[in-house]
């Protein structure tokens, strides 16, 4: 039987590593999700016939094992179909915590256990360890990162939770859980409360270094998070002696970490400035030497410009993604094109909450993947392009990060916008950007701003054109 349920955890990988490879391009992405879920159903199944579990579970622990499933199957079934599309983000981030919360409580099960006359070896008993505290740090700042994306209350204000010396009271936080994990590990017999006192430094530390972190970061925190989660699965799969955690946990931290990397090489920064740089709180705009002013566009005359533009790029962000408004985009975008226009999307690589977001918005409106270009594809376009239609975004775009030496984001990699010949912001006010920066395109010569709400002022923009026959 052991070997047969290896060899259903290899095919189980293989599954994994399939649905992952198809999830790299949106045309296959949807197969790759119900390849890799195959996979894990697979994984699950198998998993009661384990070995390890049938020789301890008795018909009560599998009842309580089935329960549990359900319980917790049917709150992700209808969390993930009731969640709108602007609240993808915080879905994933709290489900991504829930994994390292998963993997924390694994370890603290094989932590608290009585092994009787075969203790664990200390390789293992350090393993278990390492993978509490990333597990817990993981599903503690993931919860933070939740809490920011939902913009609830108490997470609102990212500077009251910043003071002096903030670095070095979270490393000593983090200390102090690696200090008693080796003690716990290297002991062999430590007690409920110190085991206790491990988890609460571990917890504290995740959500500790999440809280101060700014949400124009938060993409990048997400992904980092991921990638802890799929360690600390990985680590616990090696104390539990399941293959199939151990391929899971390494396939999700190895992308996570690479997906880290590139979010952060897209800002223009490091991993490490990203965490403990805290420069979302500096872009208070004083340092933006903008000059000119605001010049409004009434969606009329914004239609007439768009109606007679040769070639269009649209940049969506997240005020695309707060009012639906891509369905009324890909709607404009074909009545373009039915005119003789080109139409393309740029896509920055951190627009919107989360890796990604602005393609899956956009691919739920059916704009076809061939339209879609990103930043290195379509920079050199806006120079040839008769209108730029920005939806919402706003850092991304900002020409500050290319010319002002003095903003925080400068030398980060934008969307060059501000090169076409005419640009039209739809914008529903007048704040800034996540970042907390001014935004110097808006005050450009070939900048006109369109105030509202995007899907209603797409709609009138619609209407306009269909006007002009």
Same mark, same amino acid.
């Not at 709150?75 to 915080?90: C, F, R, S, Y």
């Not at 009271?169 to 110190?194: C, E, Q």
């Given at each position: 039987?052991?070997?047969?349920?290896?060899?259903?955890?290899?095919?189980?990988?293989?599954?994994?590593?399939?649905?992952?490879?198809?999830?790299?391009?949106?045309?296959?992405?949807?197969?790759?999700?119900?390849?890799?879920?195959?996979?894990?159903?697979?994984?699950?199944?198998?998993?009661?016939?384990?070995?390890?579990?049938?020789?301890?579970?008795?018909?009560?622990?599998?009842?309580?094992?089935?329960?549990?499933?359900?319980?917790?199957?049917?709150?992700?079934?209808?969390?993930?179909?009731?969640?709108?599309?602007?609240? *993808? +983000?915080?879905? &994933?981030?709290?489900? /991504?915590?829930?994994? !390292?919360? @998963?993997? $924390?409580?694994?370890?603290? =099960?094989?932590?608290?256990?009585?092994?009787?006359?075969?203790?664990?070896?200390?390789?293992?008993?350090?393993?278990?360890?390492?993978?509490?505290?990333?597990?817990?740090?993981?599903?503690?700042?993931?919860?933070?990162?939740?809490?920011?994306?939902?913009?609830?209350?108490?997470?609102?204000?990212?500077?009251?939770?910043?003071?002096?010396?903030?670095?070095?009271?979270?490393?000593?936080?983090?200390?102090?859980?690696?200090?008693?994990?080796?003690?716990?590990?290297?002991?062999?017999?430590?007690?409920?409360?110190?085991?206790?006192?491990?988890?609460?430094?571990?917890?504290?530390?995740?959500?500790?270094?999440?809280?101060?972190?700014?949400?124009?970061? *938060? +993409?990048?925190? &997400?992904?980092?998070? /991921?990638?802890?989660? !799929?360690? @600390?699965? $990985?680590?616990?799969?090696? =104390?539990?002696?399941?293959?199939?955690?151990?391929?899971?946990?390494?396939?999700?931290?190895?992308?996570?970490?690479?997906?880290?990397?590139?979010?952060?090489?897209?800002?223009?920064?490091?991993?490490?400035?990203?965490?403990?740089?805290?420069?979302?709180?500096?872009?208070?705009?004083?340092?933006?030497?903008?000059?000119?002013?605001?010049?409004?566009?009434?969606?009329?005359?914004?239609?007439?410009?768009?109606?007679?533009?040769?070639?269009?790029?649209?940049?969506?962000?997240?005020?695309?993604?707060?009012?639906?408004?891509?369905?009324?985009?890909?709607?404009?975008?074909?009545?373009?094109?039915?005119?003789?226009?080109?139409?393309?999307?740029?896509?920055? +690589?951190?627009?919107?909450?989360?890796?990604?977001?602005?393609?899956?918005?956009?691919?739920?409106?059916?704009?076809?993947?061939?339209?879609?270009?990103?930043?290195?594809?379509?920079?050199?376009?806006?120079?040839?392009?008769?209108?730029?239609?920005?939806?919402?975004?706003?850092?991304?775009?900002?020409?500050?990060?290319?010319?002002?030496?003095?903003?925080?984001?400068?030398?980060?990699?934008?969307?060059?916008?501000?090169?076409?010949?005419?640009?039209?912001?739809?914008?529903?006010?007048?704040?800034?950007?996540?970042?907390?920066?001014?935004?110097?395109?808006?005050?450009?010569?070939?900048?006109?701003?369109?105030?509202?709400?995007?899907?209603?002022?797409?709609?009138?923009?619609?209407?306009?054109?269909?006007?002009?026959?």
């Amino acid at each position: 039987m052991g070997y047969l349920i290896e060899t259903i955890y290899f095919l189980t990988a293989a599954l994994f590593i399939l649905g992952l490879k198809r999830m790299s391009h949106p045309t296959t992405a949807r197969s790759g999700i119900i390849w890799a879920g195959g996979g894990m159903v697979l994984a699950t199944v198998v998993s009661f016939a384990h070995p390890q579990i049938t020789a301890h579970a008795s018909v009560v622990n599998y009842v309580l094992m089935l329960i549990a499933i359900a319980i917790g199957g049917g709150i992700a079934w209808w969390g993930a179909k009731i969640v709108a599309m602007t609240a *993808m +983000p915080q879905m &994933i981030a709290i489900y /991504n915590g829930m994994g !390292g919360g @998963a993997a $924390a409580a694994i370890a603290a =099960v094989e932590l608290l256990k009585d092994h009787g006359a075969h203790p664990l070896p200390v390789s293992i008993l350090l393993m278990a360890v390492a993978g509490a505290v990333i597990g817990a740090v993981s599903f503690s700042g993931s919860v933070v990162a939740f809490g920011k994306l939902q913009e609830l209350k108490f997470f609102k204000d990212d500077a009251k939770f910043r003071f002096p010396g903030q670095q070095k009271v979270n490393a000593a936080i983090f200390a102090g859980a690696v200090l008693l994990g080796l003690i716990i590990a290297l002991s062999h017999s430590a007690s409920g409360p110190l085991i206790s006192l491990f988890f609460v430094l571990a917890l504290a530390f995740g959500a500790m270094m999440a809280l101060p972190i700014g949400g124009a970061d *938060m +993409p990048v925190v &997400i992904s980092l998070f /991921n990638a802890f989660t !799929g360690l @600390a699965v $990985a680590l616990e799969g090696f =104390v539990l002696g399941n293959s199939a955690m151990i391929i899971a946990g390494i396939i999700v931290g190895s992308s996570g970490t690479l997906l880290t990397l590139m979010m952060a090489k897209a800002m223009n920064r490091s991993v490490s400035n990203v965490l403990f740089s805290n420069w979302a709180a500096l872009g208070s705009g004083e340092a933006q030497a903008v000059t000119g002013s605001l010049k409004p566009m009434e969606p009329p005359d914004a239609a007439i410009q768009m109606a007679y533009a040769s070639k269009v790029i649209i940049v969506p962000g997240y005020g695309m993604a707060v009012a639906q408004a891509q369905h009324k985009i890909w709607e404009m975008s074909k009545l373009l094109i039915e005119r003789g226009a080109t139409v393309k999307f740029a896509i920055h +690589p951190v627009a919107g909450r989360m890796p990604g977001h602005m393609n899956v918005l956009l691919a739920e409106a059916g704009v076809p993947y061939d339209y879609i270009a990103d930043i290195d594809e379509i920079n050199e376009e806006f120079a040839t392009a008769d209108v730029a239609l920005v939806i919402g975004a706003n850092d991304v775009v900002n020409p500050a990060a290319r010319n002002d030496k003095s903003s925080p984001i400068y030398g980060m990699p934008i969307l060059n916008v501000d090169y076409a010949k005419n640009v039209q912001v739809i914008k529903r006010g007048k704040g800034v950007g996540f970042a907390g920066i001014e935004n110097a395109l808006f005050f450009a010569d070939n900048t006109r701003m369109v105030y509202g709400d995007a899907q209603k002022v797409v709609a009138a923009l619609i209407q306009g054109i269909k006007d002009l026959g």
